[in-house]
């Protein structure tokens, strides 16, 4: 009799906890929901960040905020997210050097493939290849034809190792079989200065930082480094439509959840994320700064995850960069 009565209380309890949890799905969100943004504020993915999440909120009924957690090219912040409860309450705005930073480092605290959930791909952003005016090239051919010429003597700058910047160059040297000297700055903003002072030559450059100084002269843009043409820069060829067939390094960004985040949050957090991206409010503000809404599926975004660290981890091994 005991036993008997103490399975159904058990089996009540589990009864309740199930009917618990499901209502917690059916009615989620609940409370605010918080995006880990891995970098600091003022910086593309905080903006990027504070541009979806007034939409976010409408479309789920709860405040989302913004919370940066910057450090260690941004491991920091994808390792809070990778270990927080999977409720949908904790997310993160993942960036592009979320695929590089396995083949940039030894161990990592988190693996991105495992701890991870893929909620869905926001936006989609070219970089340009520009050169300083004093380099006597005009298109990427030029470019290409020089650095040939002048082996290993051209200098380039990045936001610094490991970052999308770095390895898009290192991208393009592997692909136009040709050799630049790499010089690492501790993020954009110090790689443009030497770049506008001459002190180095070549970078691929943000659309967002680098297109005033295309407007006004001081740098001169060879080609857009996405798979087609940017709608701020029409006339400008890609890269792989000026002599490099093929090549394609966009920074993107993307909203994920930690890895056993219910499929019905997940799916939740996509419908809403793909509401803000298609309105014309937020289109128009992306356009105006070269970048694309992108809104794939979780699996989708997921597939596209893991081509970019199978591309990334090639493009490292190629140029002998060795782990951290």
């Not at 495992?114 to 380099?135: E, G, K, M």
């Not at 407007?215 to 006339?235: D, E, F, I, Q």
């Amino acid at each position: 009799m005991e036993f008997r009565r103490a399975t159904r209380i058990v089996a009540a309890a589990l009864f309740a906890s199930a009917a618990g949890i499901a209502f917690a799905q059916a009615n989620y969100p609940t409370r605010a929901v918080r995006i880990v943004v891995p970098s600091s504020p003022g910086g593309g993915t905080d903006i990027l960040s504070r541009l979806l999440t007034p939409g976010l909120s409408e479309r789920l009924g709860q405040t989302v905020v913004v919370d940066n957690r910057p450090g260690a090219g941004s491991i920091i912040g994808n390792d809070i997210v990778a270990k927080a409860a999977p409720d949908g309450y904790t997310l993160l705005m993942g960036i592009s050097t979320l695929a590089i930073l396995p083949s940039m480092h030894k161990k990592l605290p988190y693996d991105a493939m495992r701890d991870l959930a893929p909620v869905s791909q926001a936006i989609a952003a070219p970089n340009i290849l520009v050169v300083h005016p004093s380099l006597p090239v005009k298109t990427v051919k030029e470019l290409i034809a020089f650095a040939k010429k002048h082996p290993g003597e051209l200098n380039y700058a990045s936001a610094g190792l490991g970052t999308n910047p770095h390895l898009s160059m290192e991208l393009f040297l592997s692909m136009a079989h040709i050799k630049m000297v790499h010089v690492a700055y501790k993020g954009l903003g110090p790689a443009l200065v030497d770049l506008l002072a001459g002190q180095v030559v070549v970078a691929t450059s943000t659309m967002l930082a680098g297109l005033p100084h295309v407007k006004s002269g001081r740098l001169r843009a060879l080609g857009t480094t996405g798979a087609k043409r940017s709608s701020v820069l029409p006339n400008l060829p890609t890269v792989a439509e000026a002599g490099v067939p093929g090549y394609e390094a966009v920074q993107w960004y993307g909203l994920f959840a930690p890895a056993k985040t219910p499929k019905e949050i997940i799916a939740k957090l996509h419908g809403a994320m793909v509401a803000v991206l298609q309105s014309p409010a937020i289109k128009s503000k992306l356009a105006a700064d070269g970048a694309e809404p992108v809104g794939n599926t979780p699996e989708e975004f997921a597939r596209f995850l893991r081509s970019e660290t199978d591309k990334w981890g090639k493009v490292v091994r190629t140029a002998g960069i060795k782990p951290l």
